[in-house]
């Protein structure tokens, strides 16, 4: 009968991952394959981690609900005057940090829900237009010829070489927009249930194999996700069990009281306003701000890529940026040095 066709994919070659993947349970649709890094590639990984975990003990906020009222996840955020540290809340302490392909960091934001009364203003989102927007800055059109080569390779490929980290795993805007960027990796600090693993399920529905034999690569359109947990980075762990733990007992232990009213909302920006998770970021900048050359287990590696860094050079490039962004003092302001 009409209508019980079981409807096909809008593609044209049958080759299409998403071709291939039609018919396959959505268990193998959301998994992606566990990444093959190198000791060395782990490392990297984990400097940039720890640089965003920094950053996000430089800009913690827990005022959620506002600074007065009672916070019995925040004990230790309130000060003598009964108030909560952090004064205006201007969105939830989720980050994400974007480094080029030679090991550069280009820069950083952080959510802004709540200053633009907006469920719309992620940090990935608001990073990669921010990204977008400084590779456009050097606008050359008033002194290039008609035959010279274009400058760049056109906006919807200019991150291709971009590894993005953010604080927590990234939803379905903020996987598009990476996506229509054509992110190379995404590495995030923590998971998120409210994502519904849509970043594998689009990883999995653009990737395909570029080359073949040995050298066989897969490419995809949308980022890579990975987990902290695959780059060796204990807090990754840390925040998820921290997190269950107050997703269990808010319904006892309300998240705030005001006025005779308590919040007991189980939500993830509720969690990540509270002392447990202040104690993660703590503990993560007191370890970079500890980190030397001597405590690196692979200064010397290099990616095979022409103009990259050193594990070394690149703790360098993160020290510096952490530093600028502490003096700059606002959240997601600072630029590539």
């Not at 760049?152 to 604080?167: A, E, M, N």
Request: glycine letters at 8%; a positive charge; aromatic letters at 10%.
């Amino acid at each position: 009968m009409p209508g019980d066709e079981v409807p096909k994919p809008y593609v044209l070659s049958k080759n299409a991952p998403i071709a291939k993947k039609w018919e396959s349970p959505l268990r193998e649709v959301a998994t992606v394959p566990p990444l093959e890094a190198t000791a060395q590639e782990k490392e990297r990984h984990r400097i940039y981690s720890l640089l965003l975990l920094s950053l996000m003990r430089r800009y913690f906020n827990g005022n959620r609900n506002g600074p007065r009222g009672v916070y019995p996840w925040r004990t230790g955020q309130r000060e003598d005057d009964g108030r909560y540290a952090g004064g205006d809340y201007l969105g939830h302490n989720i980050g994400a940090l974007a480094v080029d392909g030679s090991g550069d960091v280009i820069d950083f934001d952080f959510n802004h829900n709540q200053i633009f009364n907006s469920s719309a203003e992620h940090a990935e989102a608001r990073l990669i237009r921010r990204v977008f927007s400084l590779t456009q800055i050097y606008d050359d059109w008033q002194t290039r010829k008609p035959t010279d080569p274009p400058r760049s390779k056109g906006y919807s490929t200019i991150l291709s070489d971009v590894t993005v980290y953010t604080s927590l795993e990234s939803c379905a805007q903020c996987s598009g927009v990476m996506a229509l960027g054509q992110v190379g990796q995404v590495v995030y600090l923590q998971r998120d249930p409210g994502t519904y693993h849509i970043g594998n399920i689009m990883w999995n529905l653009t990737a395909r194999e570029a080359g073949g034999g040995e050298k066989a690569q897969i490419k995809a359109t949308a980022p890579r996700p990975i987990p902290g947990s695959e780059i060796d980075l204990p807090y990754f762990d840390e925040l998820n069990e921290l997190y269950r733990a107050y997703y269990q007992a808010v319904r006892t232990k309300p998240f705030h009281e005001w006025k005779g009213k308590k919040d007991k909302t189980g939500a993830l920006t509720a969690f990540l306003c509270t002392d447990d998770a202040l104690g993660v970021f703590e503990r993560a900048r007191k370890e970079f701000a500890g980190l030397t050359k001597a405590k690196l287990t692979y200064p010397k590696y290099r990616p095979k890529k022409p103009g990259a860094k050193t594990n070394q050079e690149v703790l360098a490039v993160a020290e510096r940026f952490l530093q600028y962004a502490a003096e700059v003092g606002r959240r997601g302001t600072p630029h590539n040095l």
